[in-house]
């Protein structure tokens, strides 16, 4: 792939340690040739965000809160004043009340449930809202999803309806920006020991049925979600928008236990 992102630009939200999957996507398309900016959220995140930017190359590390409309816009007016245009960018970004992740679904708060759709589903449209404008000669923009928007799973309760309307607004926007050659997609990764994983009941059963049960048997790394997430941001997906592509070892096929998994 050496080469293949040469001369694009673009921004990644969501690195929080070296086990983001978001760094796994930095990684495979600063390796390729590409420039990147990062955002981080909180001072306690640039500690560790910082040094792994600079591993690579990039000194644009700018902080951005997406719950603070203005800490989005200093952001990108950063990246305007520095470059002037953008590639593409990566939404690797999702909260959710961890009391919440476990549990019945239907008990949710009304609280949580509207801090979730924010922080993890309109945040990926106010960013394209501002991304739009520097992607004058076109780009690609890619958010993270998981499965469990498509099929019940234990514990993911309101993050499932959150990861339904992301998915469905990657659907809109690629329609809305298509026009302009701006390309919009989702990555649907399997689980992944993540910081933000860590929020989710029980996620270490979640990790070992993945791995007893898909296709592959195996999970996936952050290595094998960032050479996919390179395809859809390079030119290798010229022809690929509004697309959710699964980077699960097939789990997503499975309709029934595997007959060769032992009991857990
Ligand atoms: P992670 O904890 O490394 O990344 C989550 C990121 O969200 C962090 O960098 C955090 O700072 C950021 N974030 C949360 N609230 C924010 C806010 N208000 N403003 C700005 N940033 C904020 O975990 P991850 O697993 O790499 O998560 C990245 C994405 O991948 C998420 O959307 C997650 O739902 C998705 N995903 C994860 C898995 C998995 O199993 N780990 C599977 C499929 C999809």
């Not at 983001?20 to 560790?48: H, K, M, N, Y």
């Amino acid at each position: 792939a050496a080469g293949l992102m040469s001369g694009k630009r673009g921004l990644i939200m969501g690195v929080a340690n070296d086990k983001s999957i978001a760094w796994g996507i930095a990684r495979e398309c600063a390796a390729a040739g590409a420039e990147i900016a990062f955002t981080f959220q909180g001072e306690a995140l640039e500690r560790r965000v910082r040094p792994l930017a600079e591993s690579i190359g990039s000194d644009m590390i700018l902080p951005c809160d997406v719950t603070d409309p203005a800490s989005i816009d200093a952001a990108f007016a950063a990246i305007e004043a520095r470059w002037g245009k953008l590639d593409f960018i990566v939404h690797a970004i999702g909260f959710s009340d961890k009391n919440e992740l476990r549990g019945r679904y239907v008990d949710t708060s009304y609280a949580n449930f509207e801090l979730t759709m924010n922080v993890s589903v309109y945040s990926f449209t106010a960013v394209a809202q501002r991304a739009e404008k520097l992607m004058g000669d076109g780009g690609s923009m890619l958010t993270l999803t998981y499965y469990g928007s498509e099929r019940v799973m234990p514990h993911y309760n309101v993050m499932g309806i959150a990861k339904s309307a992301l998915e469905c607004s990657v659907r809109y926007m690629a329609m809305d920006l298509g026009p302009r050659g701006i390309r919009v997609n989702s990555l649907s990764a399997g689980p992944i020991k993540t910081l933000a994983a860590s929020g989710i009941g029980d996620f270490r059963y979640i990790l070992k049925w993945n791995e007893l049960n898909s296709p592959l048997r195996r999970n996936v790394t952050t290595t094998d979600v960032g050479k996919a997430g390179m395809y859809l941001l390079s030119d290798l997906s010229s022809g690929v928008t509004g697309e959710n592509h699964h980077v699960d070892s097939g789990y997503h096929v499975v309709g029934m236990k595997a007959e060769d998994a032992p009991d857990i």
